[in-house]
């Protein structure tokens, strides 16, 4: 059984981080590209950040030098360090591992960014 479970979100004042985590079972980890995604409120779900079986990362435009992806392997579990968070970064953050036709997705946790 595939599972994918997010955690670490919460309520944050701007400008400050969260570290979201995302613990994977049930798959050959290695393989796989992970990914965050978000999804706003009345908006389409969107790529946060990416990071591929070697390593190499991508990120939307928005977050990148405030947002890291990283992958731990031997863990099998992906993060996404949050700095300088703004009121636009409000949304249900969701983990994603993908692999050829193989994707898969956790419940989300709320990441609400207000003063």
């Known amino acids: 059984q595939v599972q994918l479970v997010e955690s670490g979100g919460g309520l944050v004042r701007p400008g400050e981080s969260l570290w979201l985590s995302c613990s994977v079972s049930?798959?050959?980890?290695?393989?796989?590209?992970l990914a965050w995604y978000r999804q706003a409120p009345g908006k389409q779900r969107q790529l946060v950040a990416a990071?591929?079986?070697?390593?190499?990362?991508a990120y939307l435009p928005s977050v990148k030098g405030r947002f890291t992806i990283t992958r731990n392997n031997a863990a099998t579990s992906v993060h996404l360090q949050m700095h300088w968070l703004k009121p636009e970064d409000t949304a249900v953050y969701y983990c994603n591992a993908r692999y050829e036709d193989l994707d898969y997705w956790g419940q989300g946790t709320r990441v609400t960014v207000s003063s």
């Open positions: 049930g798959i050959d980890f290695d393989i796989y590209t």
């Open positions: 990071i591929t079986r070697l390593n190499k990362a």
